[in-house]
């Protein structure tokens, strides 16, 4: 399929979706949400894709937030259509099933940020600049912002974000817990495909319990998000990618899962 504003690679089992439009610091404006959400599709449909790397294009920015030409003239009905448009997006990211690792090589703004935060990993160069500047627009984060920067980061660090609207760098996103971690800025692509080479090599039924159970699970209270363990972890023993896992381990020698 052709898209205006991605560009998207495989590597093997691991597809890489990358937001192509570096002029405007890979902005998210309706076009490239609306391509987004196919391409995210297009990943969760196809059994081939194991594992989701999520980049911007031009070096610069991985998105400078939503496109802010789009916002100057938004009425209100527009406003809640794109913030939910937005969020589904999010929602439909985190809810993937398969891990997705986005690779911060520069500006993570508003929508860039929220996007970021929709990831499962977040490896960041140490010239990413991570933020949520909407206050100084007059709005607030609408793609999930405020929720998901308060469960990763904590309330202190959530109000102070998006209250103040200062970018922080590298470092101390990695301290709050919003960049799992920080490399040199060449090594960012090798890390990236090493860890996404090392997911797609996972049994992908244990990867999907792993994300149901601390994401979905994560949501309920303790006793439920208990029942959701066990429910993912009753099917993982129903997978011969289980019995090759354990085998495996017994026998000494590396396993070899086939996704079944
Ligand atoms: N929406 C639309 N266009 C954007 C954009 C955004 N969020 N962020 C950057 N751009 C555009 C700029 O308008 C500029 O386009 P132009 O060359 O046609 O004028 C181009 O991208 C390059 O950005 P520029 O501002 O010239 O780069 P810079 O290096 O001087 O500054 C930033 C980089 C990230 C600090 C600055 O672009 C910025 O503050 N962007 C907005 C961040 C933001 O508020 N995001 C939240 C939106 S809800």
């Known amino acids: 399929m052709g898209y205006q504003n991605l560009l998207i ?14 002029e405007k610091l890979n902005a998210l404006n309706h076009v490239t949400v609306n391509e987004l959400h196919l391409a995210f599709d297009q990943a969760a449909a196809e059994d081939d894709v194991r594992v989701v790397v999520l980049a911007g294009a031009g070096g610069k920015a991985f998105v400078a937030g939503a496109d802010i030409s789009e916002l100057n003239g938004l009425s209100p009905v527009d406003a809640l259509a794109f913030s939910r448009r937005g969020q ?3 929602l439909k990211i985190e809810h993937l099933g398969k891990p997705v690792i986005a690779a911060i090589g520069g500006y ?7 996007l970021a935060m929709s990831c499962h990993l977040r490896i960041g160069s140490e010239k990413a600049r991570l ?3 909407e206050i100084a627009l007059g709005l607030i984060p609408g793609f999930g912002g405020t929720q998901r920067l308060l469960r990763l980061a904590g309330r202190a660090a959530a109000l102070e974000l998006c209250l103040l609207g200062d970018p922080i760098d590298a470092t101390r996103a990695h301290v709050l817990g919003v960049l799992n971690q920080v490399v040199p800025t060449e090594a960012l692509e090798e890390t990236v495909n090493a860890l996404a080479d090392r997911l797609a090599a996972s049994a992908p039924h244990a990867l999907r319990g792993v994300l149901d159970a601390v994401i979905v699970g994560g ?4 006793q439920q998000g208990l029942d959701y363990e066990t429910q993912a972890f009753a099917v993982c023993a129903s997978t011969e990618d289980m019995r090759e896992g354990t085998a495996a381990f017994l026998e000494r020698r590396k396993a070899a899962f086939s996704g079944r």
Do not use: D, F, S, T
């Open 9 to 22: 690679e495989n590597r093997g089992p691991v597809r890489r979706i990358i937001i192509n439009r570096p």
């Open 219 to 222: 949501e309920c209270g303790l």
């Open 131 to 133: 933020g949520q500047p």
């Open 88 to 90: 589904a997006l999010m």
């Open 108 to 114: 993570a703004l508003g929508g860039g940020m929220e």
